[in-house]
Each structure stands twice: as C-alpha cells, then as structure tokens.
T-cell receptor
Framework: DAKTTQPPSMDCAEGRAANLPCNHSTISGNEYVYWYRQIHSQGPQYIIHGLKNNETNEMASLIITEDRKSSTLILPHATLRDTAVYYCIVRVVGSGNQFYFGTGTSLTVIP | GAGVSQSPSNKVTEKGKDVELRCDPISGHTALYWYRQSLGQGLEFLIYFQGNSAPDKSGLPSDRFSAERTGGSVSTLTIQRTQQEDSAVYLC????????????????FGNGTRLTVT
C-alpha cells in the first residue's frame, strides 16, 4: 500500500487560501488520491479525489504533481467552518479495504 | 437523500458486557466498511463487506469482534465481553462500487457510535 505523510497541524487566516500538502512517494499508477476532512464529533466528509489530473469542485482544488508523489489540497477562501482535521488517503482502484487513514493535518482557520 | 445512519449515537456499557452497533448504509450502496477511531487518533479499518462476497475481516482486532450484513443492507458490529480499550468511536461507511469501470466512488460516513466501556 502507498502511505501518506502530512504535517500534523497548520494555521490559515480567514479569507485566505489554505494549502494542505501531502506526500505519497510510493504511490502506484492505479492509486487514486482522496481527501477527507473531519470536524469534531462528526464522521469524515469527502472533499475531492483524483488520479493524475488536477481536479476542482465546489469545495476545493486538488493539485497532483506530475510524478504523482505529492499533492496539495487548496481551499481557496478559508472560513472558520473549515477548521477540521484533513486526511489525505491513497486508494487502490478496484480494491476493497485498501483505504487507510493516517492522523491527518489539523487545520485551524484564524479570524 | 438519506446518508449513512448509525445507532445508537452513544453507548455506555460495563466491562464484560456485549454490545451491538447498527449501521444503515445509503440505499443502493453495495460496499460497507466499519472503522474505529480512538481519541485523537486516525481511523482504524475493521471489516469490509462487498455484495455477496466473503467479508474482509483482516482489521478485526480480536475474536471478540464480529460483524454481519443482512440482505446486503443493514450491518451490525458486535463486541463481546467488552474491555476498556474498546472505548472509541465506531464509524460505518458505504460506497457505490461501479462495476466495469476503474473509477470507484468515495466512501460516505455516518457520524459514528461513541462507545464507552466503564
């Protein structure tokens, strides 16, 4: 399984872009990168995922490097409600249980 | 539509008692997962069900833990002879596995059952 490494914590000023990095240097060609976030006392919430192209949706953008060994989740205009733990996960296409969470990045948005 | 529903939301039990935790997945989702999250930790995979295939039980921490999924829908996680180290939030997730495609849909999580063993 590819593993991911993330900084344990980050701060971001409200209204600014939050850029959360993730390293997945052992990723395989068929492994997707998924991002989730978890707000205290709730289940993880899906944000975005991608294979090799950059992706954007209404919540965030995902930038994946050309060698696919790292990615960045971008929250373009962080709000206080974006304060959460953000998990970067790699998942093998067609697999079942290969969806392992690490300890994530605790993002604090500061007013 | 309705999301993944888990019950109870909170459960306090005495050491040595058995507990059952219930998960109602999103209608039509064929894959169902159980995870455990201890205080301040990441998610620990427990078990995975996909359609009629044999479940992947590789994450169950001991033989006191078991799970079943009836009719391909509702799932029950059972912990026998609970211990204090079983205290955690138990999360259920479901997903729609798209056959014939290399694209798998994301997991959708419930809000979990907080289990406290006293």
């Amino acid at each position: 399984d590819a593993k991911t490494t993330q900084p344990p914590s980050m701060d971001c000023a409200e209204g600014r872009a939050a850029n959360l990095p993730c390293n997945h240097s052992t990723i395989s060609g068929n492994e997707y990168v998924y991002w989730y976030r978890q707000i205290h006392s709730q289940g993880p919430q899906y944000i975005i995922h991608g294979l090799k192209n950059n992706e954007t949706n209404e919540m965030a953008s995902l930038i994946i490097t050309e060698d696919r060994k790292s990615s960045t989740l971008i929250l373009p205009h962080a709000t206080l409600r974006d304060t959460a733990v953000y998990y970067c996960i790699v998942r093998v296409v067609g697999s079942g249980n290969q969806f392992y969470f690490g300890t994530g990045t605790s993002l604090t948005v500061i007013p | 539509g309705a999301g993944v529903s888990q019950s109870p939301s909170n459960k306090v039990t005495e050491k040595g008692k058995d507990v059952e935790l219930r998960c109602d997945p999103i209608s039509g989702h064929t894959a169902l997962y159980w995870y455990r999250q201890s205080l301040g930790q990441g998610l620990e995979f427990l078990i995975y069900f996909q359609g009629n295939s044999a479940p992947d039980k590789s994450g169950l921490p001991s033989d006191r833990f078991s799970a079943e999924r009836t009719g391909g829908s509702v799932s029950t996680l059972t912990i026998q002879r609970t211990q204090q180290e079983d205290s955690a939030v138990y999360l259920c997730a479901s997903s729609l596995v798209v056959g014939g495609s290399s694209y798998n849909s994301p997991l959708h999580f419930g809000n979990g059952t907080r289990l406290t063993v006293t």
